[in-house]
């Protein structure tokens, strides 16, 4: 019981954490119109609260029904969330901004279905990662699951989403390996899919320009050169010292200081011990996710964890890799920290789906059978 009730701590308090911060930087923004984070600070950060508190809503919702609920409306979930996906492409639907058609717009709802089809993908992996049941269909399988994954991944390189389509496969390796197979098996062909991933996004015109500011920003100024330059000035003024909330240079200049770059923010702004406590509460989550994973003898359950734990932190460890100056910006956001609603949403329910496993009975060893001198080897 101790276990359990420190895993859940680890998963909820740092959760917690995180978005407190975030509403804090959002609703620190200046009032100069511009993107998300510099212009309607109360506007975005009413959006952003409500987003939390629907995440932690479902967070509660999936911690309440168990996790073998969610695992059987899995395989419906996930249709659900590619269809949602898919939903972009129509006209009066999805938003195509940037060159790029990723956001759907419903009466006065508004963001992109990606979070939700990464998570339902991890689902449906684990849900069809064991033995064949007849009880579920012939098409439940790993098989069958791994070319639905494959399939979800080439609808957001369709949008194009490349980030989400690489969280995607790390989500479906991570869940794969999780359920038994061995990652020597896999490694080869998702390093060939992130590979061919890669050469597929630098052909595209935004993507290659991208680079190619990050190689040589000094001759990019105006521009994606631009944001490079200024991810750098950020790092050293945090190096030397916090500015204070809401005082840092950055936040002003960058195009979307409190979604894709908010750990720039938080570094200059809040200094060292700033960027350190937010990978502390990273550090803290996927502590409480190995604690619930090891709390359980269930396959299945291993798997959803290990999916849901690569959800939340393969896009943070590239959103920091991207503040950092490490990578070339790909415009991924960072659950929780970032102002992304629907990442925020998805996010809870991982977390509690994280929670559920935790909390879950441990599944018992099969019985051995007994034999006359005694019970069997």
Known sequence: MARRSVAVALLVAPALGLAALDLAIVAGASSRPGPPGLGAPSHFALRQAIAVALGAALGAVVARVGIERVLRRAPLLFVIALGATAAVFIPGVGVRAAGASRWLHLGPLSGSPAPFLIATTGLLMAAWSGAPDPARGRLASRPFALALALVAALVLVAQPDFSAAAVLLCVAFAALVASGVAGRRLAPAVAVLLVALALGASRVGYVGGRIQGFLAPERDRRGHGFEVLTLARSKASGAAGAVGLGH??????????????????????LGWPGAWAVIAAWAAIAAGAALAARSTG?????????????????????????????????????????????????????IGALVAIALAAPTPAPATAATPDGPAA
């Open 248 to 269: 840092g240079v950055a936040r002003r200049h960058l195009s979307s200081p409190a979604s894709d770059y908010v750990f720039a923010i938080v570094a200059e702004e």
């Open 298 to 350: 269930d396959g299945r359950r291993c798997s959803v964890a290990a999916a849901c734990t690569a959800a939340l932190l393969a896009p943070a460890a590239l959103h920091i890799a991207v503040c950092r100056g490490w990578t070339p910006i790909v415009g991924v956001t960072m659950p929780f920290l970032s102002y992304d609603p629907a990442l925020t949403v998805a996010s809870g329910g991982e």
